[in-house]
């Protein structure tokens, strides 16, 4: 079964970077599209960006310009990295595979099993 775990996260200055990363055991990842989604404290889970199986990428108006999203088969891994980080990004950042090929992008709801998640704070 597909397990898919982050890690990457920090705190950082506004303006800052970070690389997220999400790597996958038990299975491959090669056939799924991954999504990352953020939840910041009492706010919904919502959707950040998301990679399909053949690479085609999908951004949130919020992180488009900032966030490149990619992903290495051969590293059974997909990144996240986060530029001109905003204190506004601040959240808990989970990744999920889609729950069938049809998975409408960035739809938390079309996305699961959740992991643990990893802190990013965007703060002076």
């Known amino acids: 079964q597909l397990e898919l775990v982050e890690s990457g996260g920090g705190q950082v200055q506004p303006g800052g970077s970070l690389r997220l990363s999400c790597a996958a055991h038990?299975?491959?990842?090669?056939?799924?599209?991954i999504g990352w989604f953020r939840q910041a404290p009492g706010k919904e889970r919502e959707g950040v960006s998301a990679?399909?199986?053949?690479?085609?990428?999908f951004y949130a108006d919020s992180v488009k310009g900032r966030f490149t999203i990619s992903r290495d088969n051969a590293k059974n891994t997909v990144y996240l990295q986060m530029n001109s980080l905003k204190p506004e990004d601040t959240a808990v950042y989970y990744c999920?595979?889609?729950?069938?090929?049809?998975?409408?992008?960035?739809?938390?709801?079309?996305?699961?099993?959740w992991g643990q998640g990893t802190q990013v704070t965007v703060s002076s």
């Open positions: 999920a595979p889609s729950l069938s090929y049809r998975a409408t992008m960035l739809r938390p709801r079309d996305f699961g099993p």
């Open positions: 990679i399909t199986s053949g690479g085609a990428p």
């Open positions: 038990g299975s491959t990842l090669d056939y799924r599209h």
